[in-house]
């Protein structure tokens, strides 16, 4: 899969679109007249093109959107579960959220009925300071490496990529950090030496331009073993070629992982109108916020609406993509499918509640039931 900038998906595929879809579409946009999201925090990607997007609407509805910034999973998904805010540009939270993983196993929390409207397409990789003498995944070992508090989303991508050298936590000088800007950041400041993220974060381009300079390890795909090892922590994982972002262009690559970042998530329960509509105003705003920076134009709808994704697309969505021509038989099926999956694992959390309140398991042990309960029930 490459994730370079697209040379034909852009403006033209928006506007052709549109006229496929009749010029109601855009008459009907009815936006709020505020919103708020939630988004990674200040100096990543995600906040970054949430912004855009959110000043382009602003200039073109009138619709107020503030956008609360976390560097954390937990963070960036309670206000969306409490309503105070209506969607949030997330990342593999949102998988981890719907199978009730990680910080999202706690009795409070359980599955979670997320769906998608659009997802941009990124590339992901263990961006390390040059100074550093890294070349491959292998020579990342003994080296001083950001761990995020409650951020699994972006732990487990760089656990993943450990792995696919051979190496874990175990191998690396770990340095805990509280949130995704305070990883990247240590690394310019020198406080370590590699932290996972998408290479078009601001804070990359700042070590790209600093006395340390930066490099990405690569993870080829034709390293089979490699990639089953990787696969064997995160499975939803591709090999990516990405050449937009710190330190890589056509001419220098780099080879890392692909997934989908920031995916614009909502509940089921948002309304099919409210979801169609902000899609619709993506469409409609795209030429707005396209130029923003290299990667914007992936929110095309041809590329932004494509399965797979953490969770399954909002209906609403769904009639958006219909229209413009994006939604095939395909991608219903693959949306069935995670449906199913969700259905199977809210079941299995309920049964499983049952079951620990017939043996008095404590909230204390409850993470540990469901795991084991989980993994023997659900595969």
């Known amino acids: 899969m490459k994730l370079g900038y697209p040379r034909t998906l852009a403006a033209g595929v928006f506007g052709a679109a549109l006229l496929a879809a009749g010029p109601a579409a855009a008459q009907d946009i009815d936006l709020p007249d505020t919103m708020m999201w939630s988004a990674y925090d200040v100096g990543s990607s995600g906040y970054t093109e949430a912004s855009a997007v959110a000043d382009a609407m602003m200039k073109e509805y009138g619709t107020r959107i503030r956008i609360m910034p976390s560097g954390t999973s937990i963070g960036r998904l309670l206000p969306l579960k409490t309503g105070r805010v209506q969607y949030g540009w997330l990342a593999n939270e949102v998988y981890f959220a719907t199978e009730a993983i990680y910080d999202f196993a706690a009795r409070e929390w359980g599955p979670q009925d997320l769906r998608v409207l659009l997802g941009r397409p990124a590339g992901f990789g263990l961006g390390c300071a040059a100074d550093a003498g890294i070349?491959?995944?292998?020579?990342?070992?003994?080296?001083?490496?950001?761990?995020?508090q409650a951020n699994p989303s972006v732990n487990i991508k760089v656990e993943a990529m450990l792995a696919f050298?051979?190496?874990t936590w175990d191998d690396v000088e770990v340095v805990d950090v509280p949130s995704y800007g305070a990883s990247l950041r240590g690394v310019v400041e020198g406080s370590n030496d590699c932290a996972g993220g998408v290479p078009t974060a601001g804070i990359f381009r700042e070590l790209e331009a600093s006395n340390r300079g930066i490099t990405w390890p690569a993870l080829p795909a034709d390293q089979t073993e490699s990639w089953e090892r990787l696969r064997g922590v995160a499975p939803f994982f591709s090999p990516a070629v990405e050449t937009v972002g710190a330190g890589l262009t056509e001419e220098n690559p780099g080879h890392l992982i692909a997934y989908k970042y920031p995916m614009?998530?909502?509940?089921?329960?948002?309304?099919?109108?409210?979801?169609?509509?902000?899609?619709?105003a993506m469409v409609e705003t795209f030429d707005m916020y396209k130029d923003v920076n290299a990667v914007m134009p992936r929110w095309n709808a041809e590329t932004a609406g494509q399965i797979p994704a953490d969770a399954p697309f909002h209906p609403g969505a769904i009639e958006a993509l219909k229209e413009l021509g994006v939604w095939t038989e395909a991608a219903e099926a693959w949306n069935q499918q995670r449906l199913a999956r969700m259905e199977k694992v809210q079941a299995t959390w309920d049964s499983a509640q049952d079951a620990a309140l017939e043996q008095e398991i404590s909230d204390k042990d409850w993470p540990a039931f469901w795991s084991s309960y989980r993994a023997e029930h659900l595969n």
């Open 135 to 148: 070349e491959t995944i292998a020579d990342v070992a003994g080296k001083r490496v950001s761990r995020i």
């Open 165 to 167: 050298a051979g190496l």
């Open 264 to 280: 614009i998530t909502t509940y089921a329960e948002t309304g099919d109108q409210q979801a169609y509509d902000l899609v619709m």
